[in-house]
């Protein structure tokens, strides 16, 4: 009987509501690729094992407690097991280079790992360290580690020195170290909601990083260093307990998003108006009573005011050419400030 879910080499099934391998496994002899993700599998043959011929398995989202070993599919390089129930890690050739673990319940990670690995996502588990191995995973390009229950990143993180994304979120981490900016991270960095006060001025040092979050920690300020992320797009900084923003914010040239909501924060420095690229400003939930000149934001569509101490505003409002929504929701302003007549009838959308 043919098997309608194999073709050219690949056997594809994803979503199909199976609750076995389809084979027999003599039809899958030099099958290439398995996609039986988001299926109801709750175990795998032994034999899966010895299709040697395989070089991605995908079996995310089923209801996996244990996995065969796998380390005799000598061709495998991407191995996706997010979103099932294993408590113990998959037995795996050295020649994975992606590896997808996300969302399982694995309390440890082995002492070694594939030397080959290029991505790893070992978030959403059970963990309170990892191996010092990890750390010397140098082809690695992304590391996700988030939502586990670590508590120390090590000096030796420094060492991952072709890492281009990686996130720590969600974790109960109290310091980082100055290594992280010896990392060539250009993507993205997320450290949010976590247990920190203060963030390492090498930070500053990663000069290639497009997205940055820090949200929901506990900090207080920020280093002038900051400023030296040149390449930075976006920068998340919401739920922390700053009073107060670096000057050198201003340096961020290529900024279109700063997210500062939920902070105490009662001014604003004035060379935020140097960050010409910026599109959103969100500084909800802050202790501001005053605006700085803001008539350099020559892009800046949206203004989140909410839940501030304001009773006047700048007439340099006015003069920001692409405001489209102006949020003041929740303050106590003094009468009807001309400048918010001048930008309702511009077509500006202005909530009080």
């Known amino acids: 009987m043919v098997n309608p879910f194999l073709r050219d080499g690949e056997l594809r099934a994803p979503g199909a509501g199976l609750t076995e391998l389809p084979g027999p496994p003599a039809d899958l002899d030099g099958v290439r690729l398995i996609d039986l993700a988001w299926n109801r599998l709750t175990e795998l043959p032994a034999w899966l094992g010895g299709l040697t011929s395989l070089t991605e398995l995908r079996l995310d989202g089923n209801r996996l407690e244990s996995v065969p070993s796998l380390a005799g599919l000598t061709s495998l390089r991407a191995l996706h097991l997010d979103g099932n129930r294993l408590t113990a890690f998959p037995g795996c050739p050295p020649s994975v280079e992606e590896l997808f673990l996300y969302g399982n319940a694995l309390e440890t990670l082995p002492d070694r790992l594939g030397g080959d ?19 010397k995973l140098d082809r ?26 990686l996130d720590l979120g969600h974790n109960a981490l109290t310091v980082l170290p100055s290594e992280l ?138 003069d920001l050419p692409a405001l489209e929504k102006l949020d003041l929701r929740w303050n106590k302003l003094d009468g009807d400030p001309r400048v918010l007549r001048v930008l309702r009838e511009r077509g500006c959308v202005v909530l009080c």
């Open 117 to 135: 690995l290029r991505h790893l996502a070992a978030g959403g588990n059970r963990l309170t360290e990892v191996p010092g191995s990890l750390w």
């Open 140 to 165: 690695l390009e992304s590391l996700n580690l988030a939502e586990n229950d670590l508590t120390e990143v090590p000096a030796a993180i420094g060492g991952l020195t072709r890492l281009r994304m």
């Open 181 to 318: 900016g010896e990392l060539d991270l250009t993507d993205y960095l997320y450290l949010s909601d976590n247990r920190f006060a203060e963030v390492p001025a090498a930070l500053g040092r990663l000069d290639r990083l497009a997205y940055l979050n820090l949200t929901d920690n506990r900090l207080t300020g920020l280093p002038e260093s900051i400023g030296g992320l040149a390449s930075l797009v976006e920068l998340r900084l919401y739920g922390n307990r700053l009073e107060a923003l670096p000057g050198s914010i201003g340096r961020l040239g290529r900024l279109r998003e700063l997210h500062l909501r939920g902070n105490r924060l009662s001014a604003l420095p004035a060379s935020l108006a140097d960050l010409g690229e910026l599109r959103q400003l969100d500084v909800r939930d802050n202790h501001l009573a005053a605006l700085p000149d803001l008539r350099g934001l020559a892009r800046l569509t949206h203004l989140d005011l909410r839940n501030n101490r304001l009773r006047t505003l700048p007439e340099s409002l006015a």
